[in-house]
């Protein structure tokens, strides 16, 4: 391995390194962790992801019940990452340039990203999924053990978490703009790759229908009339307002220079067949488009949450290295590092505002814990209401509006895991029963019921012998 080479592949593992760092010191249970903490459940396969089942089970040797092993997931993670960036740089940048690479690294390095490595469970299953999309993006074409091989990853990817191979569709336009050229060998690289992905799709498609009994209604396709046209133009406009959900003006600012030169880098005609060049152009700018939703927007009851817009990463690579790409300079290698940037610091701020918040969440539930004791509560507990966040939390979450989404305060059936984690018994799991709960409360407050215990985070009512906590 040539000197160059070997720098490549240390500046892509350090950036990644750099990036998941803040959420593996901050070992924090998030989300679906607290469940998969107390049940020791899978739970993938019914989702559509068998293969992470299998890995989990692998890499943790678990048997019936699911153990864990962090940080060791996320470390594994971040090897494989790295190793699809720099093969993806290697079959791609054919000025083999390491500030391409560095740029490159925004493929996971990126604010939506941020949310999929926060899982302790499902951080490995979501970046094989993306290590495995990646590669089989970067294979040739021209080959057809390479077109064999790149729809194997294709299905493993999506094996492993669906929203993944979206980046897919997000690297053909990359690898568009990154070779330079409105050429006929540009529109069929489009055009077979394109192909491959379709028929990635649909033998995944064909296997999980056959093996898999039970799949989630999240599996749900829009219905072919015009309440399903409905449906699909209000998931566009979902999906494109979230997209852009981490942007303030700051971001905003460090932006502009990229944004300019990647519109520079699309618009580029070659005047031997400007024809050719306009069709490439829409093509690439609607492929990037695309990368942001994919096959999601085609299901009824799409989940549009940060962790399933993991096709952000090439757009955001294509901010990062636009500025090499237009003119290359140190001042272009100064605007990539400042695009950089901006993700690593979303990871560390969000990281930081989701700790603050669950100390927080600590102490109000060890207060609960102490009120229940007190009044001797003989039935169940159940929990209703969202808790509000902690001061030094809600600074960075009227900052950015993502990290505000991404730290996810106490609700329903993630309090009730936490108190449970106090050691509080009889405690209703809560998943579901938000409405239920709450119809019970409004129907007490009606009858006059007042709380027997009320504080400003959190009220207790008693109704039949159960504890009703009321989340503020």
Known sequence: MKTIQKNTLLVILSANILFFLPVIIADVHYRDDLERSFSGSYGWTELGRPLADWVMKIISLSDSLLVDTSPLPAIISIIFITF????????????QSIWIAVGLCAISIQ????????????????????????????MDIKKGKDIVLSV???????????????????LVALTAILKRENSKSTLNDIMHKTAIFIVG?????????????GLSSRSELIP??????????????????????????????????????????????DKRSIALSIVNIVLISSIFLCSIFGPLLVLKTPAIMPRTLSGFGPIMAALCIAPMIVKPSIFSRFFLILSLIIPISLSFS?????????????SVFNEIKYDLHSLNVGGKTHFLGVLQLAQRASI??????????????????????????LGVKKVSHGYGEENKNLSSVDKYEKDAGLPVIDKETYSIYMIDNDAYIKLK
Do not use: H
């Not at 604010?111 to 970067?138: C, G, T």
């Not at 799709?201 to 009994?213: E, Q």
């Open 84 to 95: 699809a960036i720099y093969f993806y740089w290697q079959r791609t940048d054919r000025t």
């Open 111 to 138: 604010p939506f990203f941020i949310q999929n490595i926060l899982f302790k469970y499902d951080v490995l299953p979501m970046s094989l999924a993306m290590s495995f999309s990646i590669m089989a993006s970067a």
């Open 152 to 170: 194997i990853l294709l299905v493993a990817s999506l094996s492993l978490y669906q929203s993944c191979a979206n980046i897919f569709i997000g």
């Open 201 to 213: 799709y649909v033998v995944y498609f064909i296997i999980t229908k056959l093996f898999i009994d």
């Open 224 to 269: 072919l009339n015009q309440d399903g046209f409905l449906i699909l133009l209000s998931n566009l406009i979902s999906f494109m307002s979230f997209s852009v959900v981490f942007v303030n003006s700051t971001v905003m600012a460090l932006l502009v220079v990229p944004l300019l030169c990647l519109l520079v880098a699309l618009i580029y005609i």
């Open 350 to 362: 969000t990281t930081r505002a989701i700790i603050e918040q669950r100390n927080f969440e600590k």
């Open 396 to 421: 960075p979450a009227q900052n950015n509006e993502l990290v505000k989404n991404l730290i996810s305060p106490a609700s329903e059936w993630m309090a009730a895991l936490q108190l449970k984690s």
